[in-house]
């Protein structure tokens, strides 16, 4: 249902609609007025007035627009606060995801290295396994020498037994070889358990932190809620609905910003002296012409602290 208590807020820039306070100085709306009009977001929102009468019944109309200023203002600090609480609350399961897939990653990395060790030991069985074969045989030659019939049969008996000779030289250097490589390995294994040790110990005091920060957090963050509960009750539904909206839309949150050396703390978009005048005036919630927020000057961030 459209009321007649629906207007505009204000912008930077003096509107059609609102009614500009009586300041020395204050020039009257440019032709980009209208072009700025355009470019906000929020222009059904309550301009509220000090008295603003005709909101009759409404116990909130009471309160000055000061008051109000004051509350926007301090209840966007409880909620940036709110959302800082959020933000590093967000990113500690993260860390620990982070851990964890680490020692994951660790732990498939040791158990292939182990798989490997197992493949190393195999073989030093293997190559062992032949020289006591390569032995076995040359014992047989040598008793076979004792019995053979002519020259070329010992000659050759003398070749099998020269043959499984190298044979054996080759089995231990293999053997030799193996048994550096597996030191090798287990000595990386070892290194890689160590690591994965400490990780845990890192997942583990992680893990505590988080539980920590959450109960905390969660504490801060009720009471800052409550605050922001608080302060909302000086601020009338439509201008809290415009406020959640701008602070939806911004990127950092922020629906309530300081005047900072002479631009808009939000876009920092240049304020021109007559609009700075009559945020400084604080008969009327003013917004950025630029990004749609609502603007306090450093009187009304003082009256906050
Ligand atoms: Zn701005």
Do not use: W
Request: aromatic content about 4%; overall charge negative; proline content about 3%.
């Amino acid at each position: 249902m459209a009321k007649p208590t629906s207007k505009p807020i204000a912008t930077s820039k003096p509107s059609k609609l609102a009614k500009k306070p009586v300041v020395k100085g204050d020039a009257p709306a440019s032709a980009d007025a209208v072009k700025s009009e355009e470019s906000i977001e929020e222009k059904a929102v309550v301009k509220v007035t000090t008295k603003a009468k005709h909101e009759g019944g409404d116990d909130k109309s009471e309160i000055t627009i000061e008051k109000k200023l004051v509350a926007l203002y301090s209840l966007q600090q409880v909620d940036s606060q709110v959302d800082k609480i959020r933000i590093i609350r967000g990113e500690l399961p993260l860390e620990v995801q982070d851990l964890e897939d680490e020692i994951a990653g660790l732990e498939t990395r040791v158990d292939n290295q182990i798989q490997e060790t197992l493949v190393m030991e195999k073989s030093i069985i293997e190559k062992r396994t032949s020289v006591k074969d390569a032995l076995a045989l040359i014992k047989k030659y040598e008793d076979q020498q004792m019995n053979v019939r002519n020259n070329r049969e010992y000659d050759s008996l003398t070749k099998e037994i020269e043959y499984q000779n190298l044979e054996i030289q080759l089995s231990e250097k293999r053997a030799k070889e193996f048994q550096l490589s597996l030191d090798l390995k287990k000595e990386e294994i070892e290194n890689y358990q160590k690591l994965l040790q400490d990780r845990e110990n890192d997942l583990e005091i992680k893990r505590n932190e988080l539980e920590d920060i959450i109960a905390e957090t969660e504490k801060e963050e009720s009471d800052l809620l409550k605050t922001s509960e608080e302060n909302k009750q000086f601020i009338e539904e439509r201008l809290l609905t415009a406020y959640s909206r701008i602070r939806k839309n911004a990127r950092n949150g922020l629906a309530v910003v300081q005047i900072e050396r002479d631009a808009c703390g939000g876009c920092f978009n240049k304020i021109p002296p007559q609009h700075q005048l009559d945020i400084r005036m604080h008969k009327k919630i003013i917004v950025c012409e630029y990004c749609g927020r609502i603007l306090v000057d450093d009187g009304i961030v003082n009256e906050m602290h």
